[in-house]
């Protein structure tokens, strides 16, 4: 059974800097693209960050341009996020997603959900004073 588990979500104030890890464990995701996305009530699920296989690719979104660092671990088959400057905008439950057949070897940013295949519970971040 493939399980992403998220850990590192935090309540914290403006400006600070927070890292998210996702570990992916029932099947290796090395050959995949990895991504993390972010929700808040009522709103659709939005793309952050995204990792090609090799860890070459890296792409974010422009709300986290400049302010955000993706890297993965293949050996620990795993994937981090790390985050600076954070605004109270910031604030939602981050995911962790691993890529299905079309990301395989891709080096593409893969900014849609429907792209992947295999999603964590989520871990809550929040940015307020």
């Known amino acids: 059974q493939v399980q992403l588990v998220e850990s590192g979500g935090s309540s914290v104030h403006p400006g600070a800097s927070l890292s998210l890890a996702c570990v992916a464990s029932?099947?290796?995701?090395?050959?995949?693209?990895m991504g993390w996305f972010r929700q808040i009530p009522g709103k659709d699920r939005e793309f952050v960050a995204s990792?090609?296989?090799?860890?070459?690719?890296?792409f974010y979104a422009d709300s986290l341009k400049g302010r955000s660092t993706i890297n993965r671990d293949n050996a620990r088959n795993s994937v981090y996020l790390h985050m600076h400057r954070l605004r109270p905008e910031d604030t939602a439950v981050y995911y962790c997603?691993?890529?299905?057949?079309?990301?395989?070897?891709?080096?593409?940013?893969?900014?849609?959900?429907?792209?992947?295949?295999?999603w964590g519970q989520g871990t809550q971040v929040t940015v307020s004073s």
């Open positions: 997603a691993a890529g299905g057949d079309r990301t395989r070897l891709s080096e593409t940013a893969h900014n849609a959900a429907g792209d992947y295949d295999y």
């Open positions: 990792i090609s296989w090799d860890g070459l690719g890296q």
């Open positions: 029932g099947r290796t995701f090395s050959q995949n693209t």
